[in-house]
């Protein structure tokens, strides 16, 4: 009875401020420490909540100096290192992002970074058709960034310092054997892969657009590319399959016959294609 005479409000409310606080910085900022590293990246954070935040615990940490109370010292200290790695990370990530968007990057810096997921990747790919009108497909599979089992038009990255076109004549050499000619451009393709990405997503209303062709409605966006989209037509070479590991397919379909699984960045050129939305060069 004296014990629970002895508890106040005062007390229960002391006691649960020290705890969570101790819990923050514990748990809460190391578990944003390694997320951040885990994605090389810390987008979306703000850059004046973390140093407000390092500048009130640092604060704290000396209040605790001038009162030699050591519990302050080591629990607002805690809060001074760990949003001061938070504040590193935030300086470092966005360092290494503007020095690869300029072009300044060493290639160690750059190999740290992942397109796609730590910046903008930009690619493309050809839309091929032979005369019966049947566009040419490839199945992903292997060592892809994602969508492996979807199909999709061949092509892949843009090069620093390589125009889209000469890209895409350079990915159906090396994805297929066939040189080619670049003869029309359709509209781009905003490419954001979230977090879950089902493998497989049953067909919209549309048969050539299934419910935004794999792309999931909710979760943490992972991958961001931009997908320039050409028409293209062989000038020599027959299709085959130049890199298995990432590739277990090609075929050539009609229009009215394309495969379940495919891919938004080729659903959404062949409907813009099948709508005459493309420019002829």
């Not at 954070?45 to 109370?69: C, M, P, R, T």
């Not at 300044?104 to 032979?130: H, M, P, R, T």
């Not at 076109?165 to 954001?192: C, F, N, P, Q, S």
Request: aromatic share 10%; with cysteine; hydrophobic share 40%.
């Amino acid at each position: 009875m004296e014990l629970l005479q002895s508890i106040t409000l005062i007390g229960v409310v002391s006691f649960l401020t020290l705890a969570i606080g101790i819990l923050v910085k514990v748990i809460g900022l190391p578990d944003q420490i390694r997320k951040n590293y885990r994605r090389k990246s810390t987008e979306g954070q703000s850059i004046s909540f973390w140093v407000i935040a390092w500048l009130a615990y640092l604060l704290w940490a000396y209040y605790g100096v001038l009162k030699n109370d050591k519990v302050i010292i080591i629990g607002q200290g805690l809060g001074v290192l760990t949003t001061g790695i938070i504040l590193w990370q935030v300086f470092i990530y966005r360092k290494n992002k503007v020095a690869i968007i300029n072009g300044e990057a060493s290639n160690a810096e750059q190999s740290k970074l992942i397109k796609g997921k730590d910046y903008i990747g930009v690619g493309g790919g050809c839309l091929i058709f032979n005369d019966k009108k049947e566009v040419l497909l490839i199945r992903r599979a292997g060592e892809v960034r994602n969508e492996a089992g979807w199909w999709s038009k061949p092509g892949g990255g843009v090069k620093f310092g390589e125009t889209a076109e000469k890209a895409m004549i350079r990915e159906m050499k090396e994805e297929l054997g066939i040189k080619v000619e670049i003869v029309g451009y359709l509209l781009h393709t905003d490419h954001i892969i979230k977090t879950p990405h089902p493998p497989f997503r049953e067909r919209g209303d549309d048969p050539l657009y299934p419910a935004s062709a794999g792309l999931s409605t909710g979760g943490e966006k992972i991958e961001h590319w931009v997908a320039l989209n050409f028409i293209a037509k062989i000038k020599s070479g027959q299709p085959k399959n130049m890199e298995p590991h990432k590739c277990d397919k090609i075929g050539w379909f009609a229009m009215d016959n394309l495969p379940e699984k495919i891919t938004q960045t080729t659903a959404e050129p062949i409907k813009n294609y099948l709508e005459g939305k493309f420019l002829e060069f």
